[in-house]
């Protein structure tokens, strides 16, 4: 699993002749749930084989625990959970995405734990609906857009809402986020 995808350096792809508003960018496809969802892979640092998880006690239930990560504490969120939906099975091919999401003190490092990493897909912007307002039970602002391809549609989960550091941390100390969007 070691070798399935590190974050290039590079996020966009395109030659020189290609217009601005069709440089495809590059998405992380993973399936929580059942379902098939992506992630900008500027975000994605690397993923990682599922274990080694050191469950923290009385943390919320999205939080599954915490990694060391080459002397780094990170912690693990179970996306399924954090999306309102059934915790995470783990199985042979379940891995952590190592992210890093922008906070108010610069930037943070968090796994999130899905059923398996699929492929890097490119879209381009035109193939990218805006992230529709009723018909999806994720909460809108978690949904950057819905991405078209090869005939099947992708959700495309906004980082800075879906692992936001502040309403994470309200979530763990039992306040309520007002919801914004």
């Known amino acids: ?78 996306l399924g959970v954090r999306l309102g939906r059934n915790g995470t099975e783990v199985a042979r091919r379940t891995c952590v995405v190592i992210l890093e999401v922008p906070s108010t003190d610069g930037t943070s490092v968090i796994g999130i734990m899905v059923d398996s990493v699929n492929e890097v897909l490119e879209i381009a912007p035109s193939e990218i609906d805006p992230a529709p307002s009723f018909g999806h039970d994720i909460r809108t602002e978690f949904i950057s857009g819905v991405g078209k391809v090869n005939g099947r549609f992708v959700i495309l989960l906004d980082v800075q809402h879906v692992l936001s550091i502040q309403e994470m941390a309200a979530l763990a100390g039992g306040r309520e986020v007002p919801a914004s969007g």
């Open 1 to 78: 699993m070691d070798e399935l995808i590190k974050a290039p350096s590079h996020a966009l792809r395109g030659s020189g002749r290609t217009p601005a508003s069709e440089v495809r960018i590059q998405y992380l496809a993973f399936s929580s749930g059942g379902e098939t969802f992506a992630m900008d892979i500027r975000s994605v640092r690397e993923v990682i084989q599922y274990g080694g998880l050191t469950e923290v006690p009385l943390m919320p239930v999205f939080i599954r625990g915490v990694i060391n990560l080459r002397g780094s504490v990170v912690p693990v969120i179970d």
